[in-house]
């Protein structure tokens, strides 16, 4: 079965450029969730998803970040203008409903340098 | 208050030896504590997790200590293997939203052979 697929797994690009990262959740889970992780902050949720309809963005570190569910299979996260403080690896991960003891499933995630 | 303290940053062990990685948090709500493992260059995965009804939760080579009443709880690796060489993270979360988990800072655990 496959896992949570993110793309692309590295992204280089000019400070002032739109970024956009791509994620296929699980088939099934109706939970889908974006973080970013930097040695400074460590593993940082920035938004989550029910059934594609965003449900806790506070994660969301400022305007030029935006996140977008159009069907259960597809998510992305875009940065506009992306800065250099933008670099960091995003994870996108999935699971059903989240009580306690259920998993998330992380995806390898997309590793952002921004120059 | 939504922060999970995590130390140490970083543990050399060896072979055989026992792992110890410690984990505070400040908010009573949080009710579930799950412990991810990741490896270079891959996502986190669910390793093991508590219910503070419990003191201590134990699979396999793997054990979560759980202190309530100090707000502490600490994942124990027995008999530790070079292939469990890997960064550690513990979490938090409330009934109010089991998935929105508070990740500690993270461990690199190193196993030398």
């Known amino acids: 079965d496959a896992g949570v697929i993110q793309s692309p797994r590295h992204e280089v690009t000019e400070m002032g450029q739109e970024v956009t990262l791509r994620c296929k959740p699980i088939s099934g889970h109706d939970y889908l969730f974006w973080y970013r992780q930097t040695m400074m902050r460590g593993l940082e949720l920035l938004i989550y998803f029910n059934n594609n309809v965003p449900i806790d963005d506070s994660g969301m570190p400022e305007d030029r970040f935006s996140a977008k569910m159009p069907n259960a299979s597809f998510s992305t996260l875009k940065i506009q203008p992306s800065e250099p403080r933008d670099s960091a690896v995003y994870f996108c991960?999935?699971?059903?409903?989240?009580?306690?003891?259920?998993?998330?499933?992380f995806g390898d995630g997309t590793r952002l340098s921004i120059l | 208050q939504q922060q999970v303290k995590q130390s140490p940053q970083s543990l050399i062990v060896q072979k055989g030896g026992i792992s110890i990685i410690n984990c505070a948090y400040e908010?009573?709500?949080?009710?579930?504590f799950p412990w991810y493992q990741q490896f270079p260059g891959k996502g986190p995965a669910l390793l093991i997790a508590?219910?503070?009804?419990?003191s201590e939760k134990k699979e396999g080579r793997f054990t979560i200590s759980f202190n309530k009443s100090a707000k502490q709880f600490s994942l124990h690796i027995m008999d530790s293997q070079p292939g469990d060489s890997a960064t550690y993270f513990c979490?938090?979360?409330?009934?109010?939203?089991?998935?929105?988990?508070?990740f500690g800072q993270g461990t690199i655990l190193t196993v030398h052979p």
């Open positions: 991960a999935s699971s059903e409903v989240p009580t306690a003891g259920q998993p998330q499933h």
């Open positions: 908010n009573t709500a949080f009710d579930y």
């Open positions: 979490a938090a979360s409330s009934g109010t939203s089991y998935g929105k988990l508070t």
């Open positions: 508590i219910r503070p009804d419990v």
